[in-house]
């Protein structure tokens, strides 16, 4: 069974800085993914990066980048410059390959981002 | 770009009736799933649906939970007897590869609250 731990219920950034919210995992499964969403107060989930168990480097997608550990078991996604539409809950989720190809999901962090 | 869509966006009901999320996955999407989040919950997985049938589900998609694509584009989730329990957000998703390590697309959910 897969586990995704986010030990961060909150956090707070000052506008313009960088942040980094923490995420480990627990797979017995040689290959996965872990995927970042970003959930709004409105609601919806927002793709925002992917890390493959075997890709060689690590992920960026803008401001955003995965700082993907995987000795240590962990995906921690940086953004940098924070703005104040980064405010939001974060959540850190893993597809394992060879099983049904759902996402399980951890249990997010509040982000606010301070002006 | 396209995405997937839900409808309805809000919809109340009251304990013991029957409800029909809508759901418009990615019109080249093969894999569609349903996810549901309790409010300040974490997002958590329900079925997993391809080629017709029902490829995966968790433990909370009892009896009480159908999945159906009626037609080539609609994806439904039937809750035939409401609780109040059941009062969540939830999601559809979708992706065109489950057997790789890609992105699912998330629609923006359905608000249920049982009464």
């Known amino acids: 069974a897969q586990k995704i731990t986010q030990t961060q219920p909150g956090m707070f950034v000052q506008e313009k800085e960088a942040v980094t919210l923490d995420c480990t995992y627990d797979?017995?499964?040689?290959?996965?993914?872990l995927f970042w969403y970003k959930q709004p107060s409105s609601g919806e989930m927002i793709f925002l990066i992917y890390?493959?168990?075997?890709?060689?480097q690590n992920a960026t997608e803008g401001r955003y980048s995965l700082n993907f550990q995987k000795a240590r078991k962990s995906a921690n996604l940086v953004i940098s410059a924070s703005q104040l539409g980064d405010s939001a809950m974060y959540f850190c989720?893993?597809?394992?390959?060879?099983?049904?190809?759902?996402?399980?999901f951890g249990s997010g962090t509040q982000l606010t981002v301070l002006p | 770009e396209p995405e997937v869509t839900q409808t309805p966006s809000h919809q109340v009901t009251q304990m013991g009736q029957e409800v029909i999320l809508r759901c418009v996955p990615i019109s080249n999407h093969l894999y569609f799933y349903w996810y549901r989040q309790i409010l300040g919950q974490k997002v958590e997985f329900l079925v997993s649906?391809?080629?017709?049938?029902?490829?995966?589900k968790s433990e909370i998609f009892d009896d009480q939970f159908s999945v159906e694509r009626p037609d080539g584009s609609n994806f439904t989730l039937k809750i035939r007897s409401t609780k109040l329990e059941d009062s969540a957000m939830y999601f559809c998703a979708s992706n065109w590869r489950g057997t790789g390590l890609y992105e699912q697309y998330f629609g923006p959910g359905t608000r249920l609250t049982v009464t």
């Open positions: 649906f391809y080629n017709n049938e029902i490829s995966e």
């Open positions: 989720a893993m597809r394992a390959s060879g099983s049904a190809r759902q996402l399980t």
């Open positions: 890390q493959g168990s075997y890709d060689q």
């Open positions: 797979t017995s499964d040689p290959s996965y993914g």
